[in-house]
């Protein structure tokens, strides 16, 4: 049994999950960057002050959302994660307790 599980009468919604790379091009000596989509995975989802209190305070200026998704998920450091058509940055994955049951994404407004 999961933590989620005990969520499970929660709406979730979608989160689409990119993921940015980038390689250095050796012709123009630039870096492109090149985006690969992860897929969309269900999650529970706040914006605003609900958001605050699931995050430590040191990061509250920057987190824009939260997003909690099963365990399993490959959301990292720096993906971009869109829900309802917004684009946030994902911050500091956390799988809370390293007890493999639930990861919280902080998400940041995207620049």
Known sequence: MSILDSFRDWQTTDALIERITTVDNTTTGDQDETSST????KCIFWVGKQAERVVAEKIRGTVSAVAIF????????HDDVTVNGIEYNALDPDNVALQDEAVVVPLGAKK
Do not use: A, M, N
């Open 38 to 41: 992860i897929g969309t995975l």
């Open 70 to 77: 099963d365990p399993g998920s490959d959301v990292k450091l």
